[in-house]
């Protein structure tokens, strides 16, 4: 079975931490991404990544930043989290012009 | 621009009836569609896809069409059970096929099954 680990399924934060989310898979797929999803704007696009090293903003990329030094991990990072960062994240790979895989999320919670 | 819409946020059925979500997408060079399943709490999951050659395919109990003519993509869902009910997203790739391309979803429509 294909499958893509997001390392936490609920995170509390406080302002101005430095948040990692992180991401694995395991079926050597070159595109990763992390998206978030809030009720009524769907899935918005923050980062994703084509190969090792190679990072590309998304729609939503201000206040966000990416690492992606290996092909299987895929880091979220939220450089000083603030409330409205709190939001369910969601990470997914997926192979040239294939179908995405997506991460079980990580709801995240900045107080 | 860019754009994968659906036409209703919320559609509810009666179980044992088919079900039909609809998707209009605006990006004419889109050649790739995918419809995803995301259940309450759970990241979004693979159901069919269709490549812009095709005007139609089928899954178990899911179909899936394609209008390129007016941009127009549908899920059919034969006898809706219970456990369909979740939300339902269109996605289509841009620049399908070249190696950075990128996935664009639809908000989403939320199946209720009337029991």
């Known amino acids: 079975d294909v499958k893509v680990t997001q390392s936490s399924r609920y995170l509390v934060k406080r302002t101005g931490e430095k948040v990692f989310l992180e991401c694995v898979q395991d079926?050597?797929?070159?595109?990763m991404f992390w998206y978030r999803q809030d009720p009524g704007l769907g899935l918005r696009l923050i980062y994703f990544?084509?190969?090792?090293?190679?990072?590309e903003k998304g729609d939503i990329p201000e206040g966000y930043s990416v690492s992606r030094e290996k092909k299987e991990r895929f880091s979220l990072i939220l450089e000083s989290a603030s409330t409205n960062q709190t939001s369910m994240y969601l990470c997914?790979?997926?192979?040239?012009?294939?179908?995405?895989?997506f991460g079980q999320g990580t709801r995240l919670t900045v107080v | 621009g860019e754009s994968v819409g659906l036409h209703l946020p919320t559609l509810s059925v009666q179980e044992g009836d088919n079900s039909i979500i609809n998707c209009a997408y605006s990006?004419?060079?889109?050649?790739?569609f995918i419809w995803y399943k995301q259940e309450s709490g759970k990241g979004p999951q693979f159901i069919i896809d269709?490549?812009?050659?095709?005007d139609k395919r089928q899954g178990q109990r899911v179909t899936v069409l394609l209008n390129k003519t007016v941009k127009h993509l549908s899920l059919q869902i034969a006898a809706t059970q219970p456990g369909d009910s979740a939300v339902y997203f269109c996605?289509?790739?841009?620049?399908?096929?070249?190696?950075?391309?990128?996935?664009?979803f639809g908000k989403g429509t939320r199946l209720h099954i009337l029991p």
């Open positions: 990544s084509y190969d090792v090293k190679m990072k």
């Open positions: 997914a790979s997926s192979s040239w012009a294939g179908r995405a895989f």
């Open positions: 996605a289509e790739t841009v620049g399908a096929m070249n190696r950075d391309d990128k996935i664009i």
């Open positions: 269709i490549r812009s050659n095709m």
């Open positions: 079926m050597d797929h070159e595109n």
């Open positions: 990006n004419s060079a889109s050649d790739y």
